[in-house]
């Protein structure tokens, strides 16, 4: 697993306006059918509404087991997860969108209005002709200062690299400003400085290099990924 990967799959889950919910039905079968997550930032967690009285809710009270499944084009992105259901107000009138008053006769404080979040746990895809199967677990384990997969990086093999954390930041094709920079602020990754991106992890992330990152972005995506749910 790659960063690419990773925040193609975040771009795919964003731009989606439907997706396919799985949920464990009474007989213990799956049971999908199609929703509309609220303003999704990626795959680590994903928001929709459905009624209090219907089946998604009903079957997620009894098995919280769910899963979604993002399409576009050739490329799906699947997340297996838990689902929890949330009547508080203030999550209520944080994900309202208008056009639910048409299912919400009450509007955001109709008791049937309720908001589901979906957190990930492993995620499987098909992006642009490559797989990869990973857990957020192994995401979330820092493995560089700049956000990059040291796990799933190529030349860790070809190069002899035991990865940026192993190499304090000097691997095999010399020594990182990135690193370099993360450790002299005292930080483990970029994720925890209050610049990020800066200029040089800029420069990494988002140049025209062929090992910047497609789509650019990408490892800065990662550090502020694991800067947000530190482990
Ligand atoms: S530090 Fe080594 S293993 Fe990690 S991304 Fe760089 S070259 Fe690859
Ligand atoms: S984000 Fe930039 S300034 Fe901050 S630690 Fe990383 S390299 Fe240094």
Redesign the pocket.
């Given at each position: 697993m790659n960063v690419n990967i990773f925040e193609k799959a975040n771009r795919i889950v964003r731009s989606s306006d439907a997706a396919y919910f799985g949920v464990i039905d009474e007989g213990g079968f799956p049971s999908v059918s199609a929703v509309s997550p609220v303003k999704p930032e990626g795959i680590l967690e994903v928001y929709f509404t459905t009624n209090l009285g219907g089946n998604k809710a009903t079957r997620l009270q009894k098995c919280n087991k769910a899963s979604f499944c993002f399409r576009e084009g050739g490329s799906n992105v699947t997340l297996v997860g838990t689902a929890e259901i949330l009547t508080d107000q203030e999550t209520k009138s944080k994900y309202w969108l208008d056009w639910f008053k048409d299912h919400y006769a009450g509007g955001v404080t109709d008791p049937s209005y309720i908001v589901v979040k979906f957190t990930t746990n492993r995620v499987s895809l098909w992006i642009d002709n490559e797989g990869a199967e990973f857990t957020v677990g192994d995401l979330l384990a820092v493995q560089s200062?700049?956000g990059l997969l040291c796990d799933g990086c190529s030349y860790k093999e070809s190069h002899g690299c035991a990865g940026c954390i192993a190499v304090g930041g000097k691997p095999f094709w010399g020594e990182c400003?990135?690193a370099a920079?993360?450790h002299?602020?005292g930080?483990v990754?970029?994720g925890?400085?209050?610049?990020?991106?800066?200029?040089?992890?800029n420069e990494f992330s988002c140049g025209e290099d062929e090992h910047s990152d497609k789509p650019a972005g990408a490892r800065i995506a990662v550090?502020k990924a694991w800067a947000a749910n530190k482990r």
């Open positions: 200062c700049c400003p990135v920079c993360c002299g602020k930080y990754h970029c925890e400085c209050a610049d990020i991106p800066c200029d040089i992890l550090c």
